[in-house]
């Protein structure tokens, strides 16, 4: 199967709903003690309009035991072809957008029907507004209660989805606002009080403003993860398991990542009905539009100086540098200035505004390197980033495509070079086995092959 072609599935596990187990406090779908959902009962008709809308395609998909059958479902070449409100395609001709990618022509219109969606596809192919339209489309303007919630595992990547909702929606009077830790609740529940249509969070200030009931969950009818491998991970499994008890048993729940490894689709069986895939094997994340090289600097301490040489002979516009630990940025981000290299460093210690502060004079161009840990390996989308260099590569190897995707961010070109050791050169080759890719050694001409981006 190709980067292009998508698989779209329905029933992964082979449990049927009513053998499903609900371990401990991880009940699904808003289910309360007490209150046991009819997993038998048929949730996943479509309203008469959706059906009218995108034809019969829309059907289940339906199951023989373990065999997973295969349907063609709609899909739509064009965002005029997928049925939107003429202010929310202003909003998106005017982000920029003209023709959507592979994933929006096969998600879009399945989160349009209401049904759950898990979507994966690569770093930089637009599932931020694939979800973000959906949502969309779905509100009620005229309903002033916040009715979608938006899930992120990091501040950055909750900031930036509310930028990209925001312009969506900026013709469709939709009012969107972002409950992120490190600014005053008071100020969230004042938003709250004036009427919102989506809240954007991070999984502890969700919790914080459902558990007070500042939101009315009975007003909310879509719960999106962006980034769903990393908020099922351990550290945040019991915060999402604990959100579903707040909300009500009839809500969309939408999953997307650039990477769902089989655990994580196992776990996403306890809270979402019969949800449609649309997946990408992992083998197949390749980034065709990344050209990717390594430099054997054979030590650890002959990094610095390899950098500082490769920074001197090529010409770029903005590079991300990504090192494993904060130290790492740190000491990194001193030993360049020393050497009057103009650069500047995030890491998850910072500040809430320090690092936004950071990051807008990285955006509009003012700092061309900035040095990070894998804070902002997902979902942070600066459009000049041609270069992303690895100075050590991923303690986890599905943070690899997160990381290099910054450089060729929705189909553009971009370039990634990989710092490796003697000690990690095996690791190299793992990566371009788990990724079905190539990662050649930099070439003599480095410059040239940077110069076009």
Avoid at 202 to 221: N, W
Avoid at 239 to 255: H, K, S
Avoid at 375 to 392: C, F, K, T
Wanted: glycine residues 8%; proline residues 4%.
């Amino acid at each position: 199967m190709s980067l292009t072609e998508t698989k779209v599935t329905e029933g992964y596990s082979d449990k049927t709903p009513e053998t499903r187990s609900h371990e401990g406090n991880a009940p699904p779908h808003g289910e309360k003690k007490g209150d046991p959902i009819d997993w038998s009962a048929d949730n996943t008709e479509l309203d008469p309009q959706t059906e009218d809308q995108y034809g019969s395609n829309f059907k289940n998909v339906q199951q023989d035991g373990n065999t997973e059958v295969k349907e063609e479902y709609g899909e739509a070449q064009e965002f005029d072809q997928m049925g939107l409100a003429d202010e929310l395609l202003k909003g998106i001709y005017a982000y920029g957008y003209e023709k959507p990618s592979m994933i929006q022509q096969k998600a879009i219109p399945q989160c349009l029907t209401g049904r759950d969606v898990i979507a994966q596809a690569q770093s930089g192919t637009g599932k931020t507004a694939t979800f973000s339209v959906g949502v969309l489309q779905r509100l009620d303007i005229e309903d002033k209660r916040c009715q979608a919630l938006i899930l992120a595992p990091t501040r950055e990547l909750a900031i930036q989805t509310h930028r990209v909702v925001t312009a969506l929606g900026d013709y469709m009077g939709v009012v969107c606002h972002a409950f992120v830790g490190g600014r005053r609740v008071s100020e969230d529940v004042a938003m709250i009080r004036r009427g919102i249509h989506v809240g954007i969070a991070t999984p502890g200030r969700m919790m914080h403003l459902l558990g007070k009931k500042f939101i009315d969950p009975e007003s909310i009818r879509m719960f999106v993860m962006d980034e769903a491998d990393e908020m099922l991970s351990k550290g945040f499994l019991d915060q999402i398991y604990d959100l579903f008890q707040f909300l009500p048993r009839e809500i969309q729940v939408i999953l997307v990542s650039a990477t769902m490894p089989r655990e994580i689709m196992d776990i996403t069986s306890r809270f979402m009905n019969n949800p449609v895939k649309i997946l990408v094997k992992n083998e197949e994340l390749t980034l065709s539009g990344i050209h990717q090289f390594y430099v054997n600097v054979e030590r650890e301490d002959w990094k610095f100086e390899t950098l500082c040489d490769l920074y001197e002979a090529i010409s770029i516009k903005q590079s991300v540098i990504f090192c494993n630990s904060r130290r790492k940025v740190e000491w990194l981000t001193q030993a360049l200035d020393d050497r009057d290299f103009t650069v500047s460093s995030v890491h998850g210690d910072m500040s809430q505004d320090t690092r936004e502060t950071i990051m807008h004079g990285f955006r509009t161009g003012s700092s061309r390197v900035l040095i990070t840990t894998d804070l902002l390996a997902r979902g942070i989308d600066v459009q000049q980033v041609s270069l992303v260099l690895n100075y050590d590569l991923p303690i986890d190897r599905e943070s690899y495509i997160h990381r290099i995707g910054r450089g060729g961010r929705f189909g553009r070109k971009g370039v990634a070079i990989n710092f490796v050791t003697n000690d990690n050169l095996r690791q190299l080759r793992e990566l371009e086995q788990f990724y079905n890719t190539q990662i050649e050694e930099m070439p003599r001409n480095i410059a040239d092959v940077i110069e076009p981006y």
